[in-house]
């Protein structure tokens, strides 16, 4: 068997920037545009190809955590309102797969929202804090808590206060589930909830009143 060198990994510096977003208790989605002339997506669960930007041709899918979905075979809603707004998506969000929690009425906690109601909040926040997302009904991005050096306490504070006052993404409703801090120079996010695993017992974290 022939040795070969493998270098150990850089270590990231841990008080880099972190970014902490409020964690929706949904369905993991994602909106997958590529380029027509890219066929690795099965053709059975393309919406169509649209010329969008200078010409250029793009087709689309939608999935969940685990598959591709379609209307046919679909996941809490998402391909129907993905299919369904196409067009606007692909305009918007330009070819990439673009990740996010697909939440509402119907799905986990609900977040109060009206009957039928739901929203597919983006991941990935600094890339989309400039664009104007409003042209695509229910489109939007999870709520950034805090921006700032990596701090244990800023985190805790984040999360007192989105216990004491709700849910930033749905105002009004008390029961938020709790924030994802990703850490930029690790490119690793990391999720801190308020239940049984961020006990203490579990090895960190406190035990969350509600």
């Not at 809490?76 to 369904?84: E, L, R, S």
């Not at 990439?96 to 909040?121: A, M, T, V």
């Not at 991941?123 to 990596?150: A, I, K």
């Amino acid at each position: 068997m022939t040795i070969e060198f493998e270098a150990w990994p850089s270590i990231s510096r841990l008080y880099r920037e972190a970014i902490v977003t409020e964690k929706l208790d949904g369905s993991n989605a994602a909106f997958v545009v590529v380029e027509a002339e890219d066929d690795y997506l099965d053709s059975e669960y393309v919406g169509g190809t649209f010329s969008t930007v200078d010409g250029v041709s793009y087709k689309f899918a939608a999935q969940s955590r685990k598959r591709l979905i379609s209307p046919k075979d679909d996941n809490f809603g998402f391909a129907k309102w993905a299919w369904g707004n196409a067009q606007a998506l692909v305009g918007v969000l330009g070819p990439g797969k673009h990740y996010g929690e697909w939440w509402g009425n119907g799905i986990q906690r609900g977040y109060g929202l009206p009957r039928g109601e739901k929203r597919f909040s983006l991941f990935n926040t600094p890339r989309w804090r400039d664009t104007d997302l409003s042209s695509v009904d229910g489109l939007g991005v999870v709520p950034e808590l805090y921006v700032g050096p990596f701090s244990l306490d800023k985190i805790e504070v984040v999360k007192e206060n989105l216990l004491k006052y709700g849910s930033v993404a749905s105002p009004g409703f008390m029961d938020p589930e709790g924030v994802v801090v990703y850490h930029t120079a690790s490119r690793t996010a990391y999720k801190s909830t308020f239940d049984a695993c961020d006990d203490p017992d579990w090895g960190g974290g406190k035990t969350w009143q509600k």
